[in-house]
T-cell receptor, first 114, second 112 residues
Framework: AQTVTQSQPEMSVQEAETVTLSCTYDTSESDYYLFWYKQPPSRQMILVIRQEAYKQQNATENRFSVNFQKAAKSFSLKISDSQLGDAAMYFCAYRSAANNDMRFGAGTRLTVKP | DSGVTQTPKHLITATGQRVTLRCSPRSGDLSVYWYQQSLDQGLQFLIHYYNGEERAKGNILERFSAQQFPDLHSELNLSSLELGDSALYFC???????????FGPGTRLTVL
């Protein structure tokens, strides 16, 4: 079964600085999708960014970008110019292309210091 | 706003009781997924429905069941509730051919 590991339970960053959140996954599949979701104190799950495994180019959404290393099964999230509103739990998720089962990591709590 | 709605927002009940959580997917989405998030933990996949049919089951207890109706809304039924069932229950939906799931605001269940 696929597993998703987020090795950093907590991270902190200074406002306007850059932070990288780590995520690794275990799979024997070649076709899959990866996601980062943000969960602020409101507990809403908000899609931050997504990546198709067949695409070599790393996804970017404004200040958010990923470093997708397929061979290493690594999918890190970089947040540039961190803002106070970025403070939240961040979850990495894996979805197989063969089915709709999505697996989540345990999350990383990001604190942004003013 | 993801377009996915869930009711109620909060639910407080006692052990042994039965509750029903409701989810309306985004307009046009045929797939509905249910997840459970216990305190400060990741999300656990419970079950997936597509156009009224069950497609996949995850870590769903036998005391829990779900269904999706012809109008595509879904209900998650939790029975014989235990203290450990207290959690945030999320519904998500996705469209045909889409691999992205969009989440509702969740229902917070408290079992006393």
């Amino acid at each position: 079964a696929q597993t998703v590991t987020q090795s950093q339970p907590e991270m902190s960053v200074q406002e306007a600085e850059t932070v990288t959140l780590s995520c690794t996954y275990d799979t024997s599949e070649s076709d899959y999708y990866l996601f980062w979701y943000k969960q602020p104190p409101s507990r809403q799950m908000i899609l931050v960014i997504r990546q198709e495994a067949y695409k070599q180019q790393n996804a970017t959404e404004n200040r958010f970008s990923v470093n997708f290393q397929k061979a290493a099964k690594s999918f890190s999230l970089k947040i540039s110019d961190s803002q106070l509103g970025d403070a939240a739990m961040y979850f990495c998720a894996y979805r197989s292309a063969a089915n709709n089962d999505m697996r989540f990591g345990a999350g990383t709590r990001l604190t942004v210091k003013p | 706003d993801s377009g996915v709605t869930q009711t109620p927002k909060h639910l407080i009940t006692a052990t042994g009781q039965r509750v029903t959580l409701r989810c309306s997917p985004r307009s046009g989405d045929l797939s509905v997924y249910w997840y459970q998030q216990s305190l400060d933990q990741g999300l656990q996949f419970l079950i997936h429905y597509y156009n009224g049919e069950e497609r996949a089951k995850g870590n769903i207890l036998e005391r829990f069941s779900a269904q999706q109706f012809p109008d595509l809304h879904s209900e998650l039924n939790l029975s014989s509730l235990e203290l450990g069932d207290s959690a945030l229950y999320f519904c998500a939906s996705s469209g045909l051919g889409s691999y992205t799931q969009y989440f509702g605001p969740g229902t917070r269940l408290t079992v006393l």
